[in-house]
């Protein structure tokens, strides 16, 4: 090689790979591999962006003023202390960047969603990842793995890929438990799903102090993955850096109009809802009927438990074969299980019916 070099760090990566949208002689696929919200698009939020097709070749408020302004107003938060970004994935990109680098140490669970250790070791970081305990992260155990070189802990609540919730009693011994100079992000990507009263997405521990940065995502509830919008909720300090770091025109024109008309659209994040606590738990016990373990799960998604990762592959196999496909787990460190997205009803019960017909096949008896 004599053309330029990349830094060791970035060799060490493997890409990120996307839930997958077609498979090979389906005539109708069934897509439940990246956690998509099951109603699409709010028709405001469709509305909206289309409405503002001739501006494109204007530029969009570098700050999202007022985007902030919305969120502000929908969750009762400080607008000064909203950052918004292209996904919450350019925002764990530039805490990696801000707060690690070189001769630091990041923190996340075992089971962790990937892009953590993917913008970690990209900042030069060297990204620790704590053993869990029945697939749920273990407050004790990250506790014991601080040590001065600590710069950044990530805790996914709930969790991507595994479902699973920390109660909020753990989250506070956690912030308690850690350094004042350890930042702490709560990335609470799936927190409209969430059926526990005493939930806290993070608002609260970021309010309490200067050392902890709250994450969202307009990609899941909401419906606008495809337009790339997240938010962090954060002290001013974390704020004034990222705003000297982020990309100055960040988030596109569409994407800031569809947002703001997402949080104002009625009833839709009730209904979506309502819709997955009651169809997670079909889904979890139609699986659970044909003999598949499924873990339990506060997102819009299942763990689905095959026991053997030659018995999940066989299940892959199966369903892709049926124009269904879901998100195998392999990255994950999860090779026996399958992640499942809660779909329409429809979706809900298509999955039922073939991975019922896939139990009762040889691929079953892996």
Request: hydrophobic share 45%; net charge neutral.
């Amino acid at each position: 090689m004599t053309g330029p070099r990349p830094r060791p760090e970035v060799l060490k990566i493997a890409p990120y790979v996307a839930g997958e949208s077609k498979t090979p002689g389906a005539n109708r696929v069934v897509k439940l591999s990246s956690n998509e919200g099951a109603f699409g698009v709010p028709p405001g939020a469709a509305a909206a962006a289309a409405a503002v097709a001739q501006e494109l070749h204007r530029y969009p408020d570098g700050g999202s003023a007022e985007l902030r302004r919305a969120i502000g107003v929908r969750f009762g938060l400080d607008p000064a202390r909203i950052v918004c970004g292209t996904g919450s994935d350019e925002l764990i990109q530039h805490l990696c960047h801000i707060y690690g680098g070189p001769g630091s140490d990041i923190l996340m669970s075992m089971h962790g969603f990937t892009m953590y250790q993917i913008a970690g070791t990209y900042a030069g970081s060297r990204v620790i990842k704590v053993p869990e305990r029945d697939l749920t992260a273990d407050v004790d155990a990250i506790l014991a793995a601080v040590t001065p070189a600590t710069r950044l802990v990530f805790l996914a609540n709930p969790n991507n890929p595994t479902g699973s919730l920390l109660a909020q009693s753990a989250v506070v011994r956690l912030r308690r438990g850690l350094p004042d100079a350890v930042l702490l992000v709560l990335d609470a990507a799936y927190a409209e799903y969430v059926d526990q009263a005493e939930y806290d997405a993070g608002a609260a521990l970021v309010d309490a102090g200067d050392n902890t940065v709250m994450l969202r995502t307009f990609s899941k509830v909401f419906g606008l993955g495809g337009l790339r919008v997240g938010w962090a909720y954060a002290p001013a300090g974390v704020v004034d850096a990222l705003n000297r770091v982020r990309g100055v025109f960040n988030v596109n024109l569409a994407a800031q109009a569809a947002a703001v008309a997402a949080l104002a659209e009625p009833q839709w994040v009730e209904r979506s809802r309502a819709h997955n606590s009651e169809w997670r738990a079909r889904l979890s016990a139609a699986l659970q009927a044909v003999g598949i373990k499924v873990w339990p799960s506060q997102g819009n998604f299942v763990l689905a438990d095959f026991a053997t990762a030659a018995r999940a592959a066989a299940a892959d196999a199966w369903l892709r074969q049926r124009g269904i496909i879901v998100r195998a787990m392999g990255a994950y460190d999860l090779p026996h299980c399958l992640r499942i997205t809660v779909g329409t009803a429809e979706d809900c019960a298509l999955m039922a019916e073939t991975l019922h017909g896939f139990m009762g096949s040889p691929g079953a008896e892996l």
